[in-house]
């Protein structure tokens, strides 16, 4: 099974930067996932990352250490419209997926 | 339609009635997924199918059951509900042969049992 900790609330300004960690143990790793999620909407695939290093889109990247059970995801030039939650999923061998609880973002004037 | 659909969007129902939620892809993705999502345990996977005539249980899959007949339609069946299936359901596809194999999500059902 797998085992995924993310904060649970992050506070960030228009225009600054924000980090949102995930920790993970698996049993079999086959890549981690981001999703964003608005209040009362699915969640929205973000990134991917199967192998060490950072993957950059834009606006956010996302970077994974195997070795460590570690990610985080990168948020710059916040925009308001990026207060939602983000979700840590770590897939399984099976290509189910895990999610962590997830991280509520707001982001303030 | 576009990407998936699911139905109903909400619904309040008396415990122990017997309820059927619909999902519905047209991407031809090989897998789909049932998940439910309590404020504060995030999204929790029920059961899963990863081809047409296949299913499989996820993490919590006591008091649901679901089908497979086809590629497109996934329901997902509380045969007698109980308050504690109070919940947001969203039901998820991929294609599961190459790459990422992100899955796409549903609008979502949104559940009360009284």
């Known amino acids: 099974g797998q085992n995924i900790d993310q904060p649970t609330e992050m506070t960030a300004t228009e225009g600054a930067i924000v980090q949102i960690n995930c920790t993970y143990q698996?049993?079999?790793?086959?890549?981690l996932f981001w999703y964003q999620q608005h209040a009362g909407e699915a969640p929205t695939f973000l990134s991917y990352n199967v192998l060490d290093g950072l993957e950059e889109k834009g606006r956010f990247s996302s970077f994974l250490s195997r070795s460590k059970g570690y990610s985080y995801l990168l948020l710059k030039e916040l925009q308001m419209k990026d207060s939602a939650s983000y979700l840590c999923?770590?897939?399984?061998?099976?290509?189910?997926?895990?999610f962590g609880a997830g991280t509520t973002v707001t982001v303030r004037a | 339609i576009a990407g998936i659909t699911q139905a109903p969007t909400s619904q309040i129902l008396a415990a122990g009635r017997r309820m059927t939620l619909r999902c519905t892809q047209d991407?031809?993705?090989?897998?789909m997924y049932w998940y439910r999502q309590d404020l504060g345990l995030g999204l929790r996977l029920i059961h899963y199918s990863n081809t047409a005539g296949t299913t499989g249980k996820g993490e919590v899959p006591d008091g649901y059951s679901v089908s497979r007949a086809n590629t497109d339609d996934f329901p997902l069946t509380l045969a007698s509900a109980v308050p504690s299936q109070t919940s947001v359901y969203f039901c998820a596809s991929s294609d599961g042969t190459s790459g990422p194999n992100e899955q796409f999500f549903g609008p979502g059902t949104r559940l009360t049992v009284l």
């Open positions: 698996t049993s079999g790793f086959n890549g």
């Open positions: 991407m031809r993705h090989n897998a």
């Open positions: 999923a770590v897939r399984d061998r099976d290509y189910k997926l895990s």
